[in-house]
Every structure is written in structure tokens, then in C-alpha cells.
């Protein structure tokens, strides 16, 4: 059974920084796509970014620059490094996984971990 847990949320100041984790049991992150995404009140779930198996990354163009996601393998875990958060970032924050090599299509992933918390304060 997969199981993703995501931590690190919480509330910060505007310009300030966050990195989420994800812990995953049951896939091993290095040889599936990873993702994260968002999602605002009153507002649709959106792609943030995504790593490939093979460890190619990618953004969304509103978190580009400020954003980075990475894993580390023995932990098997993945990260969001969120910097120079803006009160737009505010949302709950998925991690998601997907059998295929990894996408910004919400539909492309089958498990989803139950989401934190990210408050950005202006």
C-alpha cells in the first residue's frame, strides 16, 4: 500500500521561507514520478512541480525561481523548498505520486498524500 505524509507547513511572514517534506512508504521515490501541487480556498487544485524518475524537474511559471523540489533516496522522501513566499502561495500543499514518469496533470497520479498547511502572511 503507498502512503505519502507530507510535513512542514505552517504560517510565515511574506518573504520568508518553508521546505515541505514528503515521506513515502510503499513506492520508492527514485523510480516514480513525484509531485506536488496546491490548493487555495474556493480555488481548483494546481500544479506547483514535479521530478521525474530520471530526475528531470519542473515548475509551474508562478513558483519558478522561488521554488525547488528535490529528494533524497535513502530517506525516501521528496521536498519543496519554498523561498520568497508571497500571500498567493497560501494553499494546502499535496504530494503526489505517479506510475508513470511524472507530469503537471493532476489526473496523471494515483496516490496523494493528506495535505499541509502553508499560511503566508502579508
Known amino acids: 500500500q503507498v502512503q505519502l505524509v507530507e510535513s512542514g507547513g505552517g504560517l510565515v511572514q511574506a518573504g520568508g521561507s518553508l521546505r515541505l517534506s514528503c515521506a513515502a512508504s510503499?513506492?520508492?521515490?527514485?523510480?516514480?514520478?513525484m509531485g506536488w501541487f496546491r490548493q487555495a480556498p474556493g480555488k481548483e487544485r494546481e500544479f506547483v512541480a514535479a521530478i521525474t524518475w530520471s530526475g528531470g524537474r519542473f515548475y509551474a511559471d508562478s513558483v519558478k525561481g522561488r521554488f525547488t523540489i528535490s529528494r533524497d533516496n535513502a530517506k525516501n522522501t521528496v521536498y519543496l523548498q519554498m523561498n520568497i513566499l508571497k500571500p498567493e502561495d497560501t494553499a494546502v500543499y499535496y504530494c503526489a505520486t505517479t506510475a508513470g514518469a511524472g507530469s503537471g496533470r493532476i489526473y496523471d497520479y494515483d496516490y496523494w498524500g493528506q495535505g499541509t498547511q502553508v499560511t503566508v502572511s502579508s
Open positions: 510503499g513506492r520508492t521515490v527514485s523510480s516514480y514520478g
